[in-house]
């Protein structure tokens, strides 16, 4: 069969953005090096920016989707071979080209990995751009000197996309995981069955004490919510201590001061899960697949149709959603 589902994102003639389900041909995809049949995807918070707001810099229509783990049905590359089950994240899908919200991609060759062993095609996208970025952070954190004995760890927005991921990690590594939540008692719940020690509110930091500094707490932060929420966090770092940064969900501004970095010597690095190196990537997945794989694997995703896609996308945006969310094209 030619034709295969997916949703596209294009601009009406005012402007508007339109997200709906229609059905492409595959023999219209561009030429490159991978055909691909998509298995699962995974509905990340970046996307569902591209799916709900228009993007000046974005050729339309286009099919968004960061992620994608298939099967290979045509390779033009002897890397790879029909059957092969690969993986795809970042790099361009969904952005420069169709993506992971079709039922089949064509990528070029050096954008995919094969399945690392241990994972699968539904277990790699449960983890999929967020469990890279978690990844990144622990290497981070670790080559930062800020190692599971060290383990006064702070993650912020710790029950949805990366920081559900980056909490479950985290806890899998053996660090003391404090986790900044917004929502009631079950979402407390959630992220302690994640494995986090100490649950406390994303409002409780979100003041401005007025101090360039403030007790030391933590001496590492993985933080998704910028604005308010990091500048405060800053300020109660201990000495060398590492604040990583793998989001803006409240701003991607930052009112700080150089105090904490000059008198505690602190550092701040930022995580790019989708343009980093391929090296990295490698690396990262195979710690994931590894040593490093995360026992609550499964507690992290609630799994979707592709139909049913549009319903998540508003509750993704407010931040109702616990974990990750796993678009199954078969479904």
Not at 42 to 62: A, G
Not at 254 to 267: A, K, V
């Amino acid at each position: 069969m030619s034709m295969y589902r997916a949703v596209t994102v294009r601009l009406d003639s005012s402007k508007k953005l339109i997200c709906e389900q229609v059905m492409l041909n595959k023999d219209n995809l561009p030429s490159g090096d991978l055909l691909i049949k998509v298995s699962y995807t995974s509905l990340n918070y970046n996307d569902t920016l591209l799916l709900s707001q228009p993007n000046s810099n974005m050729t339309y229509p286009l099919v968004p989707g960061t992620d994608a783990s298939g099967v290979v049905v045509r390779s033009s590359v002897p890397d790879f071979k029909e059957g092969d089950e690969v993986l795809v994240t970042g790099c361009g899908l969904g952005t420069a080209i169709n993506g992971g919200f079709g039922g089949f991609i064509s990528v070029p060759a050096d954008w995919a990995m094969p399945m690392p062993v241990g994972l699968t095609l539904k277990s790699s996208m449960i983890l999929g751009s967020a469990g890279l970025a978690a990844g990144i952070g622990a290497m981070d954190f670790i080559n930062s000197g800020i190692t599971p004995d060290k383990n006064e760890v702070a993650i912020t927005g710790a029950s949805w996309d990366v920081g559900a991921v980056a909490t479950a990690l985290m806890s899998t590594l053996g660090y003391n995981v404090t986790a900044y939540i917004s929502g009631g008692s079950d979402v407390k719940d959630y992220v302690t069955h994640l494995g986090a020690t100490t649950v406390k509110s994303l409002a409780s930091i979100a003041s401005d004490s007025g101090n360039a500094m403030d007790t030391p707490i933590y001496d590492g932060v993985f933080d998704v919510m910028g604005g308010g929420v990091l500048s405060s966090l800053i300020k109660v770092m201990k000495p060398n201590g590492c604040v990583l940064v793998a989001g803006g969900a409240e701003s991607m501004q930052l009112n700080t001061s150089l105090h904490p970095f000059i008198y505690r010597s602190i550092n701040i690095l930022g995580v790019d899960a989708l343009q980093c190196s391929p090296k990295l990537k490698t690396t990262v997945w195979q710690m994931l697949s590894g040593e490093w794989k995360i026992r609550q694997l499964d507690w992290l995703c609630t799994e979707i149709s592709l139909n049913e896609l549009n319903d998540y996308i508003p509750l993704m945006l407010d931040k109702q959603i616990k974990g990750r969310v796993l678009v199954n094209h078969s479904l």
